[in-house]
């Protein structure tokens, strides 16, 4: 099993900026994909940004528009978030699984409990 735990969320005013971060009790390279979901109120979990492991590859939701960025340092997966919006008020979550995954797909292997962000306009 791998146990992911995110924190770093928060209350942040519209064009704030905060950084998630996802520790791992495994190194983080033993999984081939990491990503950020979220879920926001009434809506159903979606795909924020994704990255392979050992690749470096990223891919984000259509939503992002270049605001986000998805990184792993020092064994820990980030996302560091910049010009936030209301509406990306929501639980972020963390997951990673051993094999391919796209966003769209919500069967990713494992889950950490998700951090509350919340942004006032």
């Known amino acids: 099993q791998l146990q992911l735990m995110e924190s770093g969320g928060g209350s942040v005013q519209a064009g704030g900026s905060l950084r998630l971060s996802c520790k791992t009790d495994?190194?983080?390279?033993?999984?081939?994909?990491m990503a950020w979901f979220r879920q926001r109120p009434g809506k159903e979990r979606e795909g924020v940004a994704l990255?392979?492991?050992?690749?470096?590859m990223r891919y984000y939701g259509d939503f992002v528009e270049g605001r986000f960025t998805i990184y792993i340092e020092q064994n820990t997966l980030f996302l560091q978030m910049n010009s936030l919006k209301p509406e990306d008020t929501a639980m972020y979550y963390c997951?990673?699984?051993?094999?391919?995954?796209?966003?769209?797909?919500?069967?990713?292997?494992?889950w950490g409990r998700g951090t509350q962000v919340t942004v006032s306009s």
């Open positions: 997951a990673a699984d051993y094999y391919q995954k796209q966003l769209s797909d919500s069967q990713w292997r494992f």
């Open positions: 495994k190194y983080t390279y033993s999984t081939f994909q």
């Open positions: 990255i392979v492991t050992k690749g470096g």
